[in-house]
């Protein structure tokens, strides 16, 4: 069948591609480059198992910028637009899912929509009764930043917010294109499957706010927190996962999903959803101070990027501690190969590695990398096993 895509992120390029490999599959982006890209098979972001399918598999993919010609004949449209939250405002910005709903009812077609992009909790419902439609479904994704094709192959569940022959059509497009057997599908209504993405995102933030609490008392008494980590985590309930500590969390979901979680607290009595939002700020401010701590003239900051091997650096933690540290009247030089340009929100920017260890006094790495051995005295990291 031809399924439509619109967004060429992580979230849609990964589904795009996946899904091309038993249908047709047009790709809808604003960017003409990223157009280009795609359909010259060189993907626009960084993840290894969409690298390797563009050169190696036969894909019925191609990408446009014309939606009536992506849209036409589709029997799904995936809406992969991005959303965020707007932290003045209180509420999550979902304009960009709406458009592409807007466009598809003007289009007139008899189509099933399912969006895949983070909305608020009670979304779909509410846009049935705006736009009087019914044909929309909500179906969360569970996806690693650089992972985000092979956790379509190997997916943790699929779960489609809705209770219907074109939910289990939907999904059976998902498992047919999987690499792995036996997935557990969970069908629901779709304000349950809206919960569930911001459940699950907000609890993953909480063990990322949880290790990195375990290391703040550990590195303030004088402790060893590998051996506590470690201690901890054998227990079996607790497990050996997501517990390297780190400048806080960031990325594309975890900020905004836990403060739209947060939001929809309202009128809901809590106090945990809100500590974790507030424990990832308390974390940069530990991690500024400390870095200050060492009395630098010129911090060094080894990549914006979250992760090792990432090229994503949206809402990273360290652009919490650089806002910080520029507050300090310190000055920060930045080392991040994938930025084209000498300025980096009123930073310096540096495309030589060895003058950038040379001129910095302190370098601050989220995540350590070998290139950094030399200068291992100088560098300011919690990063215990090179990994998440």
């Not at 992969?80 to 709903?101: A, G, H």
């Amino acid at each position: 069948m031809k399924i439509a895509v619109a967004g060429t992120g992580y979230v849609g390029l990964s589904m795009a591609t996946l899904l091309s490999q038993n249908n047709e599959v047009v790709a809808l982006d604003i960017i003409p480059e990223k157009v280009e890209m795609i359909n010259n098979r060189i993907s626009p972001i960084k993840d290894e198992y969409i690298e390797r399918f563009f050169k190696e598999k036969e894909l019925n993919l191609r990408a446009t910028l014309d939606y009536k010609d992506a849209f036409k004949d589709a029997e799904f449209i995936i809406i992969s637009t991005p959303t965020n939250y707007d932290d003045e405002k209180n509420f999550f910005d979902t304009s960009s899912v709406e458009d592409i709903i807007k466009k598809v009812i003007d289009m007139k077609l008899d189509t099933t929509m399912v969006v895949k992009s983070t909305i608020p909790v009670g979304f779909i419902e509410d846009v049935k009764k705006k736009y009087n439609i019914d044909n929309i479904m909500f179906s969360p994704e569970f996806l690693r930043e650089g992972h985000a094709l092979y956790d379509n192959l190997y997916p943790s569940r699929i779960v489609v917010g809705e209770k219907s022959k074109r939910a289990e059509i939907f999904a059976d497009l998902l498992k047919e294109s999987a690499i792995k057997k036996d997935i557990e599908v969970r069908y629901m209504h779709s304000t349950e499957a809206e919960a569930v993405k911001l459940f699950a995102n907000t609890y993953l933030a909480l063990r990322v706010s949880y290790f990195n609490e375990l290391d703040t008392y550990a590195e303030l008494k004088g402790l060893n927190t590998k051996d506590i980590i470690e201690g901890v985590c054998l227990d079996p309930r607790i497990g050996d996962h997501y517990n390297n500590p780190s400048f806080g969390y960031g990325g594309y979901c975890l900020p905004k999903d836990t403060k739209q979680l947060l939001a929809n607290y309202e009128h809901v009595p809590q106090n945990l959803i809100w500590a974790i939002v507030e424990s990832n700020n308390t974390r940069k401010s530990h991690i500024a101070k400390m870095i200050m701590e060492r009395n630098p003239k010129v911090v060094g900051i080894y990549r914006l990027t979250m992760k090792t091997n990432s090229d994503n650096f949206r809402a990273s933690a360290i652009q919490g501690i650089i806002e910080r540290l520029k507050k300090q009247n310190v000055e920060i030089i930045i080392y991040e190969p994938t930025l084209d340009c000498d300025e980096f929100n009123g930073c310096h920017v540096l495309g030589d590695l060895e003058e950038f260890k040379t001129k910095a006094d302190v370098i601050v790495a989220n995540r350590l990398d070998d290139t950094l051995i030399s200068v291992r005295e100088k560098v300011y990291t919690r990063d215990l096993y090179t990994r998440d």
